[in-house]
Structures are given as structure tokens and as C-alpha cells.
């Protein structure tokens, strides 16, 4: 690194004072906000990841009383610090000036303001006891450290392998960051290639060897860390509960969007008959409320809103207590062993999914696009119908800028920058959208990073 790179620019302690402000009104003003999944983290339930329920444990250890209160100081501290280091990286990145500069501080507040205001939850993010206290300002971290990478042209240097590590110590705080190493592979595997693409000395089949060689580490990396993730969640879960297990609950979350799209005769390809009967006992008392595709309004956007409002219900209250009243006549596990009880309804789930998925598939995938669709508004918008196609709009537009900027550019930083941006975006919604509902606090992560992404391909495309 350059001694001008190195060189403190006193502009940062600017925008250092404004994060500081900002954050410690939040702090000063709020208090801890307790909320269902807290109660799961703070007592290791299997149905969570380890990371945020070992902060709880670890500073529950240094004050039981006032733990809560050190969360959320940790939290909001480490805000200030992200965002803070986030501008600080990209105003050196990308040589921005003041105005820019207060431009992306706002950009980078936005997810803060918007959430309080616009969401259902109203949840303050930095002062909430969950996973989103914490990772809104981790993410910036693991983005950076890929634009390190990709800026270096080592698929396998330093910055390389700090960013995988980055992306594991995410997703052992929330299982959805486990898309960041799909994205880690896409990008490391482009620039494997486009270095042996360049190597002008090398033969067309000496390059084709190096590329496959070069494409076999990276994903002998990418499997270790999913690898190194699952093991990690066993060892925790098995330590913390005597059960060496994954994180339970995901396929009952999968379930519900089976359960959502089914029609009664369905019922008729699960062969058990006492699965059978569970099931029409699940259908027919949701349907009986109305939960189901049927009832829902026209329209791509109401219809995953009603999806929306119907999955949490389908999953903890249609499917789960009849599933843990048969879990206990079958296996003789009830509330008492409540652990095992929750991998054993997960399992339940899958059998469930099994048998009904090829009779619900069309239904299913015509669902799935209808809550991608909203997860995709959401991560750059709110969901009123104007701004579902200024979304679409702002899509496109970030699509033409970027293949105008390559083909003028083909080391245009502005345009590869986006370019993650949206493969993390399309990766985060269809992830999510397999398992629960595309609500706001999972789509956001990425709307300060298009937002800017965006103003600098514009910056560049105009100055071109």
C-alpha cells in the first residue's frame, strides 16, 4: 500500500463525529428491545446460530444484570466504527469528495432511519437483541474486504482468504450470509480465469489446464467452508445441548411455503397414512382461516404480501403443534426434551416435503416468483406499487451503466462493484425467499451498497 494511501485524511473524523452523533442518540434515547428470537439466542436453542447466542453468553458472564445494556453499547459502538472505516475505504477507493462523501453518509444511514419508520417490526437495528444488531455493521467489513480482493486480481491472496474467513464468521451469525460464499466462488472463479485469459505466453490448452486447476482450489476452499461451518454448528450445539446437530427449523420454514401452495387432494401422494392424516388436519384447519394461495388478491405484489402474512402462522401454528403432538405419540418426545423436539418436527417437515412437493410445484414456483419478486423491490424500495417499478427501473439502469462502463472499462472498479452488488442482491433474495418470507430487515443489507454503487457508475459514466 502506497504512503498516500496510508496518509490519515483528517476529513474521516468528520464523518467519524456525524456516525458518533447519530448512533449515540439512538443509545442515549432507546433502550434494549427484547424479541422472540432473543429468548432462542439467549437460552442456544437449535434452532439458532452460535454466533450471537455466544456475545449474549459471553457478556451475560461479565454482568448478568446489565448484559442487555452492554449489548446494545457494543452494537451501536461497533456502528460507528464500520461505518465510519466503510466511508473512510471507499472515499479512498474512489478519490470522493465532500459532497459525495456526506452523499454515502447518509446512504449509510438509511437502513437505520427506514427500519424504525417504514417497516412492520419498527425495530431501532442497533439497540434490537438480535442478529441484526450486529450484522449491519459487520457487513460493511466483508464488503470491503471482497472489494480488496477484487481489486488485488489474487483469487487466492491475502485479501482472498480473509474475505471467505469474513463471509464464515457471518454466516455463524445468521445462516442467510451463507449466499456470501456463492458469491465468493462467482467472483474469485472470474478473476482465475480472466489472469490465465491474459497470460499471453501460455498456449490455449495450457490456459484451459491452469483455469481448471485454478477453479478446483477455489472450490476446494468453498467446500471447506461449508464444511467448517456445519461442523462448527454441531460442535456448538453439542456442547451447549448434548446434540451433535445442525441448525434446526429451516425445513419446517420450508414447509409452510409447501403448506401455502397446496390443495387437499395433494394429500393423496403421502403414502403413511398417519402423515396423511396429519396433513389434512394441517390443510384443513388453515384453510378453514383462509391460509392458503387461494384467498389471495390479484396482483404480484399483494400476493406475496398476503403470502407474507400467512407464513409465520403456517409454520408455528398450522404444521408445528400438530407435528409435536405426533412427534409425541410416535417417538415419545414431548416439550420437556424440547430440543429434540424441534429437530425431530424438522424432520417431519422434510418427510411432509418430500411427498407433496412434485403435486405443488407449479403452484410452488409461481409463489416463489411472486416473493422474490417483493424481496427485490424491498432491497432498493418500499413495496407501493410506484416504487415497484421505479425498482425495476433502477435494476435496469444498473445493469445497461455497468455493460456500458466494461466495454469502454474492462477495469472499471464502479462497475464491478455493482456487479457483486447485484449477485449478492439476487443471491440473498432467492435464498431467502426458498425458506421464509422476503421481509425488509433480511433485504436491506444491500441498499446502501447499490445506492452507491450506483452514484459512482454514474460519476464515472458522465466523466467518461
Known amino acids: 500500500m502506497s504512503d498516500k494511501h496510508l496518509k490519515f485524511d483528517r476529513a474521516n473524523l468528520i464523518f467519524a463525529g456525524i456516525f458518533t452523533v447519530f448512533f449515540g442518540f ?20 437449535v434452532m439458532r446460530e452460535p454466533g450471537y447466542a455466544l456475545l449474549i453468553q459471553f457478556l451475560r458472564f461479565l454482568s448478568p444484570e446489565h448484559h442487555y445494556q452492554l449489548i446494545i453499547i457494543l452494537q451501536n459502538i461497533l456502528a460507528v466504527a464500520a461505518n465510519t472505516a466503510f466511508l473512510a475505504f471507499m472515499r479512498r477507493r474512489f478519490q470522493l469528495r465532500l459532497p459525495m462523501s456526506l452523499l454515502f453518509t447518509a446512504i449509510l444511514l438509511s437502513p437505520h432511519i427506514m427500519t424504525p419508520l417504514l417497516s412492520s417490526s419498527h425495530l431501532v437495528l442497533t439497540n434490537s437483541l438480535m442478529t441484526e444488531g450486529i450484522l449491519f455493521s459487520l457487513y460493511p467489513f466483508a464488503v470491503m474486504s471482497l472489494l480488496d480482493a477484487m481489486q488485488s486480481m489474487e483469487f487466492l491472496g491475502k485479501a482472498s482468504i480473509r474475505t471467505i474467513v469474513l463471509f464464515l464468521i457471518l454466516s455463524l451469525i445468521r445462516g442467510q450470509m451463507m ?3 456463492v458469491v465468493w466462488l462467482i467472483v474469485m472463479g472470474g478473476i ?19 483455469i481448471i486447476g485454478k477453479c478446483m482450489v477455489l472450490l476446494l476452499l468453498f467446500t471447506a467452508a461449508f464444511v467448517a461451518r456445519t461442523n462448527l454448528v454441531r460442535a456448538y450445539n453439542y456442547f451447549e445441548n448434548g446434540l451433535f446437530v445442525d441448525t434446526a427449523s429451516g425445513k419446517a420454514m420450508s414447509f409452510a411455503n409447501v403448506l401455502y401452495v397446496a390443495d387437499r387432494e395433494d394429500g393423496e401422494a403421502i403414502r403413511d397414512e398417519e402423515l396423511r392424516a396429519l396433513f389434512y388436519e394441517m390443510y384443513d384447519t388453515a384453510d378453514a382461516d383462509k391460509m392458503n394461495y387461494q384467498y389471495a388478491p390479484d396482483g404480484i405484489l399483494k400476493k406475496a404480501a398476503y403470502h407474507e402474512k ?5 409454520n408455528f401454528t398450522y404444521f408445528a403443534e400438530p407435528a409435536k403432538r405426533y412427534v409425541g405419540e410416535k417417538q415419545g418426545i414431548y416439550t420437556d426434551r424440547y430440543q429434540e423436539l ?17 403435486q405443488v410445484i407449479g403452484r410452488y414456483a409461481l409463489n416463489y416468483i411472486n416473493v422474490i419478486a417483493l424481496g427485490f423491490v424491498r432491497t432498493v424500495a418500499y413495496e407501493y406499487p410506484v416504487l415497484a417499478w421505479y425498482a425495476l427501473f433502477l435494476y435496469i439502469a444498473a445493469i445497461v451503466l455497468t455493460i456500458l462502463l466494461w466495454r ?9 462493484f455493482m456487479a457483486v452488488v447485484l ?19 433480511y433485504m436491506i443489507y444491500n441498499l446502501p451498497m447499490f445506492y452507491m454503487a450506483g452514484l459512482l457508475e454514474l ?3 458522465i466523466k467518461k
Open 26 to 45: 439512538l443509545l442515549v434515547t432507546g433502550e434494549p428491545l427484547y424479541t422472540n428470537d432473543t429468548f432462542q439466542y439467549e437460552n442456544q436453542m
Open 179 to 181: 449466499v456470501l460464499f
Open 192 to 210: 482465475a480465469v480472466m489472469n490465465a485469459c491474459r497470460d499471453k505466453q501460455s498456449s490455449r490448452n495450457k490456459k484451459a489446464v491452469t
Open 310 to 314: 400467512c407464513h409465520d402462522e403456517l
Open 342 to 358: 424441534m429437530i425431530a418436527i424438522d424432520k417431519v417437515a422434510a418427510e411432509l416435503m418430500a411427498e407433496l412437493m412434485p
Open 408 to 416: 469502454k472499462n474492462h477495469a472499471s472498479m464502479a462497475a464491478a
Open 423 to 441: 449477485l449478492t442482491i439476487a443471491g440473498n433474495v432467492c435464498a431467502t425467499a426458498l425458506m421464509i418470507q422476503c421481509i425488509s430487515r
Open 459 to 461: 460519476k464515472e459514466f
